[in-house]
């Protein structure tokens, strides 16, 4: 995609985060079902661990397709960044986790999923937060 022409909405949501395949031509964003990464030598992979490279490690870190997902997102809403989770549980645990400090109280509506209410109420202030559920 041309980075100095503005895009609307239905092209990012197909596109962005992705540049064709030059050696097979596909558009489609390819799906890596793999949950370990190669590395080329040792110091190749201690520059990965240690972030002086980017790259794959482990398919829980960081997978091409969910990189793809990633830049997409954010494309859409306008972001930076994204983060593609396992769950709306994770995505709500790390909104969370992001927003407050350990001892800090949160509150929320009851109109979350039972398991989200059971973070809510359950970890520990001395963990991260101390929840408070309230309304009908």
């Known amino acids: 995609m041309n980075p100095n022409h503005r895009h609307g909405f239905n ?3 197909l596109h962005a985060g992705q540049e064709p395949d030059l050696v097979t031509y596909a558009r489609a964003v ?5 949950s370990s990464y190669l590395f080329r030598d040792a ?3 201690a520059d990965l661990f240690g972030l002086k490279e980017l790259g794959n490690i482990y ?3 960081m997978n091409p397709t969910t990189d793809v997902l990633e830049k997409r997102m954010a494309a859409l809403e306008g972001g930076i960044a994204g983060l593609g989770v396992a769950s709306g549980t994770s995505a709500i645990f790390y909104s969370i ?3 407050t400090e350990a ?3 949160i509150i929320s509506a009851r109109n979350l999923l039972w398991r989200d209410i059971h973070h809510v ?3 520990p202030a001395s963990i991260w937060y101390c929840g408070t559920i309230c309304g009908s």
């Open 11 to 13: 092209t990012l949501a």
């Open 30 to 34: 390819p799906v890596y079902r793999t």
């Open 43 to 45: 110091k190749h992979a």
């Open 59 to 61: 398919t829980r870190i």
């Open 97 to 99: 986790i992001n927003c």
């Open 103 to 105: 001892g800090e109280e």
């Open 121 to 123: 109420q359950r970890y």
